[in-house]
């Protein structure tokens, strides 16, 4: 079982800057792919950006050059710096695990957002 808990999310200028966190706990063995999504209002989840064990990331097309994801796999804790926000960049943002569960195998999890809002 795992436990995902988000922060960092508030209220920022375009332009500015926000650095969100996911903080994984639990049982499991490892976390293969942790991900950050996003769904604005009126619009269905995305994902916005993920990366695995040893560093490989992937980005939507929107948020490239703006956005970095990183982990710290010591600490099971997953980032998202963004950089240049703007206002379309307006969602409750979702940590994600892919883990290798005890007994079960690989499992999803979900945390329960973190509101970032980008107006001036």
């Known amino acids: 079982q795992v436990q995902l808990v988000e922060s960092g999310g508030g209220l920022e200028q375009p332009g500015g800057s926000l650095r969100l966190s996911c903080a994984a706990s639990?049982?499991?063995?490892?976390?293969?792919?942790m991900s950050w999504y996003r769904q604005a209002p009126g619009k269905e989840r995305e994902l916005v950006a993920d990366?695995?064990?040893?560093?490989?990331?992937n980005y939507a097309d929107s948020v490239k050059g703006r956005f970095t994801i990183s982990r710290d796999n010591a600490k099971n804790t997953v980032y998202l710096q963004m950089n240049s926000l703007k206002p379309e960049d307006t969602a409750v943002y979702y940590c994600?695990?892919?883990?290798?569960?005890?007994?079960?195998?690989?499992?999803?999890?979900w945390g329960k957002g973190t509101l970032v809002t980008v107006s001036s």
């Open positions: 994600h695990a892919a883990a290798w569960v005890p007994a079960r195998g690989v499992m999803d999890y």
């Open positions: 990366v695995t064990t040893v560093g490989r990331t």
């Open positions: 639990g049982s499991f063995i490892t976390i293969n792919v």
